[in-house]
């Protein structure tokens, strides 16, 4: 990464609280000014999101790439955007999120460029092991094996590294999905019509969002 000339950002490494604080009170400015109704009128008085969106924790994007405002999608950030059915946080993300605010579209929202995918993809993983990143290690077999199956297909369709890592990134996006969809809260809420599962690639480069896949009922 090339670094910019003039820092863009709001915080740097060199913020601190007081920094948070001003920078709190400006964007809850600003947004009031753009949506004087929001606070007031909508997310104080509850939430009714519309939207589930699981998505890696990286810092490049969020659910805003969606366009949506405050009380428009519950968020559950993973790194790459890992769904497991053993994971606690996931399954009551997903109890919590269709069960209980009836959300009617679950949205898996991978993304270019994943460090998780990168470093599978580029046989870091083994350097985690054991050591103080060991659980991150851990964590990441299930994007190493995704690697390994696809190996052959994704290097034989282009020597280019971020082709390589895009396409991954939409396996993987297409992998989570289908554990998504063999989970019984999803399962059930897809039968009975209530949500639409959708899979989406955000490329980092470009703040736009592709369909990898789309489940109805
Ligand atoms: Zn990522």
Redesign the pocket.
Known sequence: MSPASTNIFTLTHGSNLPDLLESNQKWSSKTTEEHPALFRDYNANGQAPHTLFIG???SRYNENCLGVIPGEAFTWKT???VVRQDDLTCRATLEFAINVLKVNKVVVC??TD????NTCLQHKRASLEGGENNHLFQYLQDLDDLYHEHKADVFAATDDVKTQSRLLSKLNVERQVSKLLAIDTVKSALARGEIQVYGLLYDVATGFVEQVSETTA
């Open positions: 890696c924790s990286d790194i790459a955007n991978g993304h994943c460090g998780g995918i």
